[in-house]
């Protein structure tokens, strides 16, 4: 017989395993995994693009390949943690951009996995086909519409539910490795964005607070090599930062910069209450509310389970095929919709659940609050604050939940759970490719996506976009080729460039937003102005047309005067290079620009 959620008992003894099923079972979810990226990548994730993120973190790593020290050479408003990661992306020996949206996939299902893994104390190689597949159906709902690339947030999000999930099952184990990578992981972290900073602390408490853990003896020498496993890419990234002389300089930059705080997880419930009773207007509260009151008398009914006996174990079922309703059709309901504002309304009906998982296992909640806390984390953006890359993971984490209040639910035959996966795996699919062919994210709609741009650019063959967004890349590509120089700058929004172009931008900023010019970056942009003016050998162009004007259709101008208007959103540094350069003015398709031989 085998539990609906095929829960996987945790006071168990452990089952002797031979090593060759284990591998057998490894190299299933390794291929599981690639498979699902290969689908994905193949046709959704190459399908669009935009000059204007994508890009940004690769970029990073083109500098640092070429010798730039962080916060010293290059201005960020965070630690170039990400950077340092993707520069496996160049070792990759394919097409960069294709490679890029590959290994972010990979990523993004590899935190879907550890989030599932890390909530159910139980090991990927434990699972049976209906969590496998429901965690794979989960990872297609984290990806949304993401445009899916190198990106902070994403390896924010990975390294901490991985570190996390390998931590606990090392104190769990008992196995010190397991234990120590999954610190020194929790330390990358850290290191991409300020977000994730909680990663290190609540790795601290785990480790001396956890409950396998109180039962271990600690030696000093254990103590110490764990916390400088915890900290050591941290020490290593600053270390080297601060060897350069730049430590003063990380400092400042990081925490100058604009916060952001999660405003958007509470704005619904700020509305007039009266509105839930209103059945005429749409209100997510009320799925929240329900979910939150079926767990309170899921609780009720699990406590009273003996007094009640088998009338209890009905309504047990009742009340969490209510509770199962609401959450799938609450995520049915968004349709995968952009902007993923939704996402809010998923995160919130899980924290409603909460309160039964601890009321079921009889302890501190601490395993479903880490996913608040990634929720959260994930949340805490400039322009992308929903916690959209979770939404698919809060889902099955709050099913699973409403489920362990039934234990006495068994399905016979296997294959009747391995068919429930299947068709959650297929409605995923078919949401996320039915999303993604109507909505206008990125790029244009699919349909009209029909180049490659791997016939303007090599290295981003595989990646398909309109027409109008290949003429913008081509003539990027025909301006440097028409007017040479040692460095080259597009400003403001095409960071994308320089890695495939494989040019050197002299300014200390990719991406030079007005939120990115955090500390000194005027007054180094101006210096950087100075060496050109007086060195030479420099071509700055200024795209026109804004970004997203590509992504409405607007046609790119074959040519513009040498007084047309830069884009609007170009940042003040942006302006200040316009107005300062002193080489020759130029135009060159829809750019205009600034060029010393």
């Known amino acids: 017989m085998l539990d609906v959620t095929e829960r996987v008992a945790v006071t168990a003894s452990p089952t002797v395993v031979s090593r060759k099923s284990v591998l057998i079972r490894l190299a299933i979810h390794v291929a599981w995994v690639i498979a699902l990226a290969v689908a994905v990548v193949a046709r959704v994730a190459r399908f669009g693009f935009t000059a204007a993120d994508q890009g940004f973190i690769l970029a990073g790593s083109w500098r640092l390949l070429h010798g730039e020290i962080p916060h010293l050479d290059i201005v960020s408003a965070r630690p170039l943690g990400s950077s340092v990661l993707h520069v496996i992306d160049f070792l990759i020996p394919a097409p960069l951009y294709i490679s890029s949206v590959f290994l972010a996939m990979i990523e993004l299902i590899v935190f879907t996995i550890a989030c599932a893994a890390l909530l159910t104390r139980t090991s990927p190689l434990q699972w049976g086909p209906l969590r496998t597949l429901l965690v794979a159906a989960a990872s297609l709902v984290n990806l949304h519409l993401f445009t899916l690339m190198a990106w902070h947030t994403i390896d924010g999000l990975m390294l901490t539910a991985v570190g996390w999930w390998m931590l606990d099952a090392g104190l769990r184990s008992q196995n010190p490795w397991q234990r120590r990578i999954g610190l020194a992981l ?43 496993c915890l900290g050591s890419v941290p020490i290593l990234y600053f270390g080297t930062v601060a060897a350069a002389g730049g430590l003063g300089e990380a400092i400042l930059q990081l925490t100058s910069a604009k916060g952001a705080y999660g405003e958007s997880l509470i704005w619904f419930w700020q509305n007039d209450f009266s509105v839930i009773f209103d059945q005429a207007q749409i209100d997510w509260r009320r799925a929240v509310l329900g979910v939150f009151g079926v767990s309170l008398l899921l609780g009720v009914l699990w406590l009273l389970r003996d007094r009640i006996g088998v009338a209890g174990v009905w309504l047990r079922i009742l009340a969490a095929a209510g509770g199962v309703a609401i959450t799938v059709y609450s995520l049915a309901d968004t349709e995968l919709s952009y902007p993923p504002t939704w996402a809010i309304k998923i995160a919130w009906i899980f924290a409603a659940a909460i309160v039964l998982d601890a009321v079921v296992h009889k302890y501190f909640p601490w395993r479903p609050l880490l996913l608040v806390v ?15 890359l979770l939404g698919g993971t809060l889902v099955i984490a709050t099913l699973e939940i409403l489920l362990s209040a039934v234990p006495e639910v068994r399905i016979v035959p296997r294959v009747v759970t391995a068919l429930a996966g299947v068709v959650a795996l297929a409605a995923a699919s078919f949401a996320l490719v039915t999303a993604h062919d109507r909505s206008v994210t990125a790029d244009q709609p699919h349909d009209k996506l029909t180049v490659d741009l791997g016939s303007v650019l090599p290295e981003m063959s595989g990646i398909r976009t309109s027409p109008i967004t290949a003429t913008y890349v081509r003539q990027i590509k025909d301006c440097v080729a028409k007017y040479p120089a040692d460095n080259v700058a597009v400003l403001p929004h095409n960071s994308f ?11 200390p900023l990719d991406w030079p937003l007005d939120a990115e010019l955090v500390a000194d970056a005027i007054p180094r942009t101006d210096a950087a102005i100075d060496n050109l003016n007086r060195d030479g050998h420099y071509l700055v162009i200024f795209q026109t047309l804004e970004i997203d004007a590509l992504r409405k259709g607007v046609p790119v101008p074959a040519s513009v005067p040498l007084d047309a208007e830069i884009a609007p ?8 290079i316009k107005d300062r350069l002193t080489g020759e003015r130029i135009t060159c398709g829809s750019f205009v620009g600034v060029w010393s031989r």
């Open 569 to 576: 959103t170009s940042s003040v540094a942006v302006r200040l």
């Open 374 to 388: 990634l929720a959260y984390s994930a949340s805490l953006s400039w322009g992308y604050d929903y916690p959209a």
């Open 497 to 507: 460039v320089y890695p495939v172009m494989k040019l050197h931008n002299p300014f």
């Open 186 to 228: 929790l330390g990358f972290a850290v290191i991409t964005k300020q977000s994730f900073a909680l990663a290190v602390p609540i790795g601290f408490l785990i480790l001396f607070l956890h409950p396998d853990a109180r039962k271990q003896a600690k030696s000093w020498l254990r103590v110490l090599i764990d916390l400088l």
